[in-house]
């Protein structure tokens, strides 16, 4: 009997499904690990296992077990997507497997000792300072005393997602914001370092044989101060050549610094005033959908499938044919330093951007519009996060949005009008009756939150001259004028204008009782449609 050949992959959520479809293309069983039985993609796995990946003997446990079986061989272990990289590397390393050094992996994961071995090697970052619940006392009191410039950015070490990331704008918001990245971080410990100022980018790239092929250059949108929310990225970057050659620049030399080899790596990056300094490098393909949709979209180039190859230890002939080699043009701050790798590029032919739509606080009544964005024009994913009965929250890390859109098409501002267009078409409606729904129209925050979350429109009204909506009728007829005259101009968290806004409001609900004029524009300040519907007393069912 023929021995199956295995591959063993961590994570079984949405990002990990591009994996699992590789393999399988490959021809190769699957082995599936997660924590969650329920996790979306356990169902595509040819063999799901519960293991929780922070486990890392249980998963070498499991890797044993599949090379102790005679009627089956493992051939690789791979993931993408996850904080997991390091536990990956680690059960490669032990069953001699392809890819980069479990050390070099730690380098990845640990944002400790990556700033560690970018100080050492002189790659440009961020300067920091390591902080646990023992020391913290310690940071506060040379904050009180002056001795630290604010803004810091607050992060634990070993997380993604935004989990537990912040900006610590004053010494005020420093103590909640430093035990929040401690509770967010698996060792109990944090960084706190300089804010970098300057547009970011998320960059993909593939290791192989002394080079480094960029498989993806996207431009981040991050918005909703103290806390860094993606709204999005848009594939690929209109970011200037020489701008764009000497960010790649620099995030050769972070890739050498931290030792990667033989695999993935993935940057986020930022354009600074003294020139490109690197956010965090990781040992894996990117999350967020950019390696395993808006970039196969917009390059036609299956990126995952081409890292599996490499982890079985094959050559990735697909990317080796396709790619073109791109010149090293490093900024002056690294100018003296040598090129660590030949570099190259498989470009995006055609432009893709993904945008996510967020909510205000309260519980999903229902969600409302799905269908017709995924028949939007240039539509070509639809991924809703929350269903009926969800507790929703505005964003604090990128994991409490509500649902991504991904589109495709020729132009950049085509691509991003797409997308646009399509988020437009889903509201979510909110329970009546939620005391978070309340607090959020009332502004009520947090000693070290001031000012978030922030309102749908930042307009000041004349309230003296605002007129209560009679019953029945369109409130796009009574929209006071300060709104009116940038009606088609602001835009609220989900890409609507105000003119929009109204008009959707006149859609759902033309049966309505007389509405308050103070508080239904200051709902509509504050919370856009949700709000509006919510303080109208909507009830519809989908």
């Known amino acids: 009997m023929e021995q199956q050949k295995i591959v063993m992959i961590l994570g079984a959520g949405l990002m990990q499904g591009p994996a699992i479809q590789a393999a399988k293309e490959l021809g190769y069983k699957t082995v599936v690990v997660d924590a969650n039985p329920l996790a979306v993609c356990a169902k595509d796995a040819d063999c799901f296992k519960v293991v929780d990946l922070k486990d890392k003997q249980g998963l070498y446990s499991l890797a044993k077990s599949i090379t102790e079986d005679k009627n089956s061989y493992l051939a690789a272990v791979f993931t993408a997507g996850t904080d997991f990289s390091a536990n990956t590397a680690y059960i490669a390393q032990e069953f001699s497997l ?36 023992k020391s913290l006392s310690e940071i506060e009191k040379l904050a009180e005393e002056g001795k630290i410039e604010f803004p810091k950015v607050i992060k634990p070490v070993d997380n993604m997602g935004g989990r537990g990331c912040r900006l610590a704008r004053s010494k005020e918001e420093l103590h909640e914001s430093l035990l929040t990245a401690i509770k ?18 998320s960059i993909d790239s593939v290791v192989y044989n002394g080079t480094l092929t960029i498989t993806g250059f996207a431009d981040r949108h991050i918005y909703y101060p103290p806390y860094f929310i993606e709204t999005g990225h848009t594939i690929p970057s209109k970011i200037d050549e020489k701008m764009k050659a000497e960010l790649i620049a620099t995030f050769a030399l972070g890739i050498k610094s931290l030792g990667l080899t033989h695999g993935v790596a993935k940057a986020d990056i930022k354009y600074t005033k003294d020139g490109p300094m690197i956010g965090e490098i990781a040992a894996r393909l990117s999350g967020g959908y950019m390696s395993g949709w808006t970039y196969p979209f917009s390059s036609n180039l299956f990126l ?13 002939d697909e990317l080796l044919k396709r790619r073109k080699t791109i010149k090293w043009i490093p900024h002056k701050s690294v100018s003296s330093q040598a090129q660590p790798f030949e570099l190259f590029e498989v470009k995006s032919e055609k432009v893709s951007a993904e945008r996510a739509w967020i909510s205000i606080p309260g519980k999903i009544a229902f969600v ?24 929703v929250n505005f964003p604090r890390n990128n994991v409490e949005k509500c649902g991504n859109v991904i589109t495709l098409a020729d132009s950049y501002e085509e691509a991003q009008n797409f997308a646009k267009l399509a988020i437009g078409k889903i509201t979510s409606i909110l329970e009546l009756k939620n005391k978070a729904t309340d607090d959020f129209l009332l502004n009520v925050e947090s000693e070290d939150e001031k000012g978030f979350p922030p309102s749908a429109f930042d307009v000041k009204l004349d309230w003296s001259k605002v007129k209560d909506i009679p019953e029945n009728s369109k409130v796009s007829l009574f929209i006071p004028e300060e709104l009116k005259s940038c009606a088609d101009e602001i835009f609220d968290w989900n890409l609507l204008t105000v003119s929009q806004v109204a008009q959707k409001f006149d859609k759902l609900m033309p049966i309505h009782k007389k509405l308050d004029g103070k508080n239904f524009w200051n709902a509509f300040l504050r919370g856009s449609i949700q709000a509006i519907l919510y303080v109208a007393g909507y009830e519809a069912k989908p």
Do not use: W
């Not at 392809?98 to 560690?116: D, F, T």
């Not at 995952?304 to 990735?316: F, V, Y």
């Not at 409302?368 to 507790?391: I, W």
């Open 98 to 133: 392809k890819g980069h050094s479990y050390q070099a992996c730690l380098n990845a994961s640990n944002k400790v000792l990556m700033r560690e071995c970018f100080a050492k090697d002189k790659v440009p970052s961020p300067n920091f300072r390591e902080v646990d619940e």
């Open 184 to 201: 967010n971080s698996r060792s109990g410990k944090a960084i706190f370092e300089d804010y970098m100022e300057g547009p970011e980018f």
């Open 304 to 316: 995952t499938k081409e890292a599996l190859k490499i982890s079985l230890g094959k050559e990735p």
């Open 368 to 391: 409302k519009g799905l269908d017709e964005a995924r028949s939007s024009e240039g539509v070509k994913e639809v991924f809703p996060r929350n269903k009926a009965g969800d507790t």
